[in-house]
């Protein structure tokens, strides 16, 4: 019989970097992890670019892409890729929704809403301006842009950087025919861009922000961006909202007759936005207030089962053969948890975007409310609080197979606070050890690995030797752990990526893998 449960913890942003200068887990106090990697069976496996269907290897991992290929053992070309192939094989403008899209607006405004950057995590601004100019090609007159600005996936202040990109690219479309201009803004952790129902209230701000054109009024987001950095001192992320106005009036207000186009591609954070758009009468997140008639359209459906939203312009990739799916055919009792920031990658991404479960007997998902605070605040978040749980469920002998995430090392990574960011580290070793022994107390088998890197490069590399150190608050390129502990195995030779995951787990459960997974790391 095999040693049972498996359990498999994702260490959320904790990458391999030989680096020394801020690298927040290489510098963290982390006990447990250090013995693990000395005395188990380990590996680097690849968790960027090619190896989960990006674009290219110059992308770094995230958490969407991360965690559908940890799930679903393949890779799949990811909503990134998908948009590219689309709008240069000019198949997105053939559909029915763009067409739809435009003819609705013919005498009203086409509104583009997004995450403002080249991040390509959540979106392109390359995909914006083929939107724009497409829109002005097939007769839109008026565009009004509502940017949520990044600072998360691209540097910390480079907002002006895309802005500026974005209004030259405007102001060569525009004419007597077509105007587009910014209509309203801010940062994408203040405004409009929440997950997991974690806070709605950022999506009530950013409605009143694009929809309802309420707001401190700016003449230009360039002057918005600069008022608020003078006065607050807040990174992009963190920017209140700002609306654009010419004497007074807001120049773009959502109305009835508008079409408005949610250009992220990515699911978690577009979700929220999307049901206020969609939702009808009974839509109760948040009082809208005025519910403009509009077509809405997502660049991707962002949750196909639950059709959110109505209308899109990309089918997202149909991600088969999940592990999930695969375990709940073979009885396997299943149990995912984490935190509320966390708790739809181990649900809804790892099954490859689907928020429903496969089988509700076989499988259990708990939730665990995240604070609604800066992380750099409280850096070991709810780590204890999932452990308290988890260890029951490991204890009680119900499930076959467990998984978790703990935030710690990207939220708190993402904050750009280097010495926040060692704790956050800390605190999940800390935690590592408690699961560690309850996997001993049932002879049950631990799997340690993670998502894509970010706490292990906490500082931007400097432009020039000697340069200040400006905080890193995005993702990396790096390779991440992969570790089993309390099983005796030999780890085959190869170029391993997330995707090499699942059939490994299965492997460890006994199961002969499911013929459309890459192979197992283990022998
Ligand atoms: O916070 C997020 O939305 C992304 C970064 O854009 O991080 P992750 O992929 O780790 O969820
Ligand atoms: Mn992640
Ligand atoms: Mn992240």
């Known amino acids: 019989m095999s040693k049972r449960p498996v359990v498999l913890v994702v260490m959320d942003g904790v990458g391999i970097s030989n680096n020394e200068l801020g690298n927040a887990v290489k510098n963290a106090y982390t006990p447990t992890l250090d ?20 674009p290219s290897d110059g992308d770094m991992g995230n958490s969407e892409v991360g965690h559908n290929a940890l799930g679903c053992g393949q890779i799949y070309s990811q909503g990134a890729k998908l948009v590219n192939e689309s709008i240069s094989s000019g198949d997105m403008f053939t559909t029915e929704t763009w067409k739809e899209l435009i003819s609705n607006c013919e005498n009203g405004t086409m509104h583009f809403l997004g995450l403002l950057s080249d991040g390509n995590v959540h979106s392109h601004i390359n995909h914006l301006k083929s939107l724009l100019s ?18 998360r996936d691209v540097p910390e202040t480079s907002a002006l950087i895309y802005v500026d990109e974005i209004e030259a690219y405007m102001a060569a479309l525009n004419d007597d025919q077509f105007h587009a201009c910014i209509a309203s803004g801010g940062g994408r952790m203040n405004i409009t861009m929440d997950r997991y129902e974690a806070n709605w209230a950022m999506v009530e701000k950013g409605w009143h922000t694009h929809v309802l054109g309420e707001g401190r009024m700016f003449a230009s987001a360039k002057e918005a961006i600069e008022t608020y950095r003078n006065e607050t001192g807040v990174v992009d992320q963190d920017l209140p909202p700002f609306v654009i106005a010419k004497d007074d009036q807001p120049v773009g207000t959502i109305e009835d007759g508008d079409s408005v186009i949610l250009f992220n591609f990515r699911g978690d954070r577009a979700q929220e936005i999307s049901l206020a758009f969609d939702g009808d009468e009974s839509f109760d997140k948040f009082d809208r207030v005025r519910i403009p008639k509009v077509m809405y359209a997502g660049m991707l459906q962002y949750d196909a089962d639950l059709n959110i939203p109505h209308h899109f312009l990309t089918y997202p990739p149909k991600i088969k053969f999940t592990l999930s799916e695969y375990l709940v055919n073979k009885g396997i009792r299943q149990y995912a948890i984490s935190e509320t920031q966390k708790f739809g990658h181990v649900t809804y991404f790892w099954n490859g975007n689907r928020s429903e479960k496969f089988d509700n007997e ?22 204890a609080e ?36 060692i704790i956050g580290v800390e605190a999940v070793d800390l935690n590592l050890k408690r699961i560690k022994k309850a996997v001993d107390a049932v002879n049950g088998i631990l799997i340690v690995t993670a ?33 089993i502990y309390n099983r005796d195995v030999t780890m085959d030779e190869g170029d391993f990526g997330l995707a090499n995951v699942a059939s490994t787990v299965a492997k460890l459960l006994e199961l002969e893998p499911d013929s459309h997974w890459l192979p197992s790391i283990i022998k």
């Open 362 to 383: 076989l499988e259990d998902f708990v939730e665990i409310k995240s604070d609604v605070v800066p992380f750099d605040q409280r850096p070991w978040m709810k780590s």
């Open 134 to 151: 497409q829109a002005k090609k097939d007769g839109v007159k008026e565009a009004r842009l509502h940017i949520l600005l990044d600072g």
């Open 451 to 483: 998502d894509h890197g970010n706490a292990d490069e906490m500082y931007e590399k400097p432009k020039k030797e000697g340069a200040a150190l400006k905080a890193k608050t995005s993702h990396t390129l790096n390779k991440v752990p992969f570790i």
């Open 386 to 421: 999932i452990t308290d749980v988890l260890v029951e469920a490991i204890l009680s002998g119900k499930y076959d197979f467990l998984r978790t995430n703990y935030p710690n090392g990207d939220m708190v990574g993402h904050t750009g606070d280097y010495e926040a960011t």
């Open 35 to 54: 013995e693990l990697w000395k005395t188990c069976p380990h590996t680097e496996i690849k968790a960027h670019g090619l190896a989960v269907g990006l």
